[in-house]
């Protein structure tokens, strides 16, 4: 499907997404040690060793970045605070320079008629807080809030929308089940504490943006549609597990304020004491919930210990990640969200897009594959607003290649090329593709 604004309906939003760590340059303006850095400097953990100190070096070219943005012709940048440039000890004092850059970029993006969309944490945990043991200290949740109030004390009264925490799954299943992710864990009772004490802290910083007089605050949850390896019992059981843990436990603590019990299974036992007196604060009323998809999992049942699954390969065309193509599951996600979750709210799609192994051949990066990748999911999109669901927007991820967490700079998820090298941008044919259809004239 091709596709201009008039096929969406009137108010509906295009956006591009980043991240503060994965494209800022960390090793600039006074920013403190993350546990990615740690992370990253420890051999085996970051391909190549390579950590987020220079990036795309976005902290210096703010001004080139928000004019190609304006440029591709988006209505809504979503970019993320680091927390460690704001307060470079996690706690206390924070950085006047990270508050003077976050200024900036709000300013920047409002000159060019841009809206800003920012999210707190995407990752860049303060590495003294890591040492006080992270997610899985319950005192994260007031570092959290003191936090949200520095940064949004400054930046809040000109954001657009705001949400707390980018892919809470990621922030506790990935890093401390999997250990894919810094701090690196695998470790059961991390993982319970990590992902309960990031839902807590969700719903402390809505509470203190409210407080501070902000409106349009959401969540953004990734989800990964969990498709059983065949027809056997033991393989639907094992995706029930999966979608549980994965999709179930963050949107069924913020908006029904309980977790599902095939999560409860496993986790419970480690979960801290009292953990259901905090749902009054992880519910908090949100005004718009954020889904970030990028794919499926083929999931089988496996013995040994819970949650006894494993992924398995699955057919369909993949992207440069090995992540299949599956546009059809975010179209159910848009109608599960909206029957199961949050029936009332609006829904956006806060990340979708792929990485493709793009080459700058004679000045040009030719992408078809992205803008194909694209069409379909938008395609899903459509659907859904035709079958009756809110959905207000679309982000694509990424604006630029940039920083792709334990797999380096070698995963390309960018509407612009970036060679790490020189740090120069070009545009990618999928950039012009879409520049083209958003002009308003479409
Ligand atoms: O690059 C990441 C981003 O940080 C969070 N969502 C998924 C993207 C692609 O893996």
């Not at 970030?292 to 390969?313: C, F, H, L, M």
């Not at 065309?317 to 599960?336: S, V």
Request: with cysteine; proline share 6%.
């Amino acid at each position: 499907m091709s596709w201009t604004r008039s096929d969406f309906p009137e108010g509906f939003l295009f956006g591009a997404a980043t991240s503060a760590y994965q494209i800022e340059g960390h090793g600039q303006g006074g920013a403190g040690l993350t546990h990615w850095d740690s992370f990253a400097a420890t051999p085996g953990n970051v391909v190549r060793a390579e950590d987020g100190a220079t990036a795309c070096d976005h902290y210096n070219r703010l001004d080139e970045d928000l004019d190609l943005l304006k440029n591709l012709g988006v209505d809504v940048y979503r970019f993320s605070t680091s927390w460690a440039r704001v307060m470079p000890e996690g706690r206390g004092r924070p950085n006047p320079e990270g508050l003077d850059f976050y200024d900036r970029l709000v300013d920047g993006l409002l000159e060019r008629g841009i809206k800003p969309a920012a999210t707190l944490y995407h990752w860049e945990l303060p590495q003294p807080l890591a040492d006080l043991g992270g997610w899985r200290n319950s005192d994260m949740p007031n570092w959290f809030a003191d936090f949200t109030k520095t940064v949004m004390g400054r930046i809040g009264d000109r954001v657009w929308s705001a949400a707390p925490i980018n892919e809470p799954w990621c922030v506790g299943w990935l890093s401390h089940f999997m250990g894919h992710h810094a701090p690196g864990l695998r470790d059961i009772r991390a993982t319970a504490r990590a992902m309960h004490h990031v839902l807590v802290s969700h719903g402390r910083a809505i509470e203190v943006m409210r407080g501070l007089g902000m409106t349009n605050l959401g969540g953004v949850f990734n989800l990964e549609w969990a498709h059983p390896a065949d027809d056997s019992a033991a393989a639907v059981d094992a995706a029930a597990r999966y979608d549980a843990i994965y999709n179930q436990f963050f949107l069924g603590g913020v908006f029904l304020g309980q977790y599902p019990d095939l999560a409860l299974e496993g986790l419970e036992p480690h979960l801290p004491r009292r953990w259901q007196d905090d749902f009054p604060t992880i519910t908090q009323p949100l005004d718009w919930v954020g889904l970030n998809y990028y794919t499926r999992k083929v999931i089988a049942s496996q013995a040994g210990p819970w949650p006894s699954y494993e992924e398995i390969d699955g057919p369909l065309p993949k992207t440069q990640m090995g992540w299949e193509i599956h546009p059809e599951a975010l179209y159910e996600f848009i109608m599960r969200t909206a029957r199961e979750f949050a029936p009332n709210l609006p829904i956006y799609i806060t990340e979708n897009g792929m990485a493709n192994a793009d080459q700058l051949i004679d000045g040009v990066v030719n992408d078809p594959e992205r803008l194909a990748y694209i069409d379909a999911h938008l395609a899903q999109c459509k659907r859904a607003i035709s079958d009756g669901a809110d959905l207000r927007g679309y982000f694509l991820w990424s604006l630029m290649d940039n920083y792709e967490w334990a797999l380096g700079y070698e995963k390309r998820f960018g509407l612009i090329h970036v060679d790490f090298e020189t740090l120069q941008r070009c545009p990618k044919a999928s950039y012009h593709a879409l520049s083209k259809r958003l002009s308003k004239s479409g």
